[in-house]
């Protein structure tokens, strides 16, 4: 995972959390699973337009270890609109190039959402665009905790204080990629919110008070127009970047 990325540039990676589902829902006096349903839509407009401008990852926030504490009825429609997902959605972005990922605890899922997760990961594994990452049932403090595991696992015969911040990078779930360069928050809230903690540590934030649903092309531009204008030291000095 390297964290080197070029400045005032387009992000390589960018990772969002989709907030504010359930708002744009309640101010239409629909139901919040409706909510869901239109920020379905939002992403898919997303993805696409990440994939027509080259961004090499997408990581969304689809759900966390902590959403099994809602309402068992929007859980269970947020399940099924997931398992639509994966049936409907998989041969769309294979046809156009687009690697799929879940990212997180799958084994607390039905038997029939893991089994379309494996069709699809296996279906879109060989694509070389996008690196579309959905986070479900993911939490960022359980993602280091199985680094940590992991690697003592394939080390067994290392003491932990050999274990370095290289080799935490390269057991967590998304090792391959560069860290996040961007990462964007809707609804309005300004937290992490347990995501992607590990990587984050030199992300751009972008806050946004849009409902996720809301979402489009034209606010992805204003978030990657943001992150153009800002400039990445990781610590050095203006000077030193501009050196570089
Ligand atoms: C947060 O809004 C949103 C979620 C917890 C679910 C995100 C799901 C989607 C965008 C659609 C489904 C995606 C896939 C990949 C199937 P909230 O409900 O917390 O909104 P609120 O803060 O306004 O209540």
Not at 13 to 36: T, V
Not at 45 to 60: D, E, F, N, P, Y
Not at 188 to 197: A, H, K, M, P
Request: with cysteine; net charge negative.
């Amino acid at each position: 995972m390297s964290e080197v990325s070029q400045s005032r540039n387009q992000p390589k990676h960018i990772a969002i959390i989709m907030d504010g589902n359930g708002r744009w829902a309640k101010k239409r006096f629909l139901p919040r699973f409706a909510g869901h349903q239109q920020g379905f839509k939002a992403l898919r407009k997303v993805v696409s337009h990440c994939s027509q401008i080259g961004v090499q990852a997408l990581t969304v926030f689809a759900f966390s270890t902590e959403n099994w504490k809602r309402p068992q009825d929007e859980v269970n429609k947020l399940m099924g609109l997931f398992l639509t997902a994966l049936q409907k959605e998989v041969k769309k972005l294979d046809e156009n190039n687009v690697q799929l990922r879940i990212v997180g605890d799958c084994s607390a899922f039905s038997q029939q959402i893991q089994e379309h997760i494996k069709i699809a990961e296996d279906m879109t594994a060989n694509n070389t665009g996008l690196v579309l990452n959905v986070a479900a049932n993911y939490g960022g403090r359980a993602d280091i905790v199985n680094a940590v595991q992991k690697w003592q696992a394939d080390n067994p015969e290392k003491n932990i204080s050999e274990l370095d911040e290289e080799a935490i990078s390269e057991h967590l779930f998304l090792a391959d990629l560069p860290a996040p360069d961007l990462l964007i928050r809707t609804g309005g809230e300004q937290r992490i919110s347990n995501f992607l903690i590990w990587q984050m540590a030199y992300t751009e934030l972008y806050f946004t008070d849009v409902l996720w649903p809301q979402f489009s092309e034209v606010e992805l531009d204003r978030a990657i127009g943001s992150y153009g204008m800002r400039e990445r030291r990781f610590g050095q000095t203006s000077e030193q970047v501009e050196q570089c």
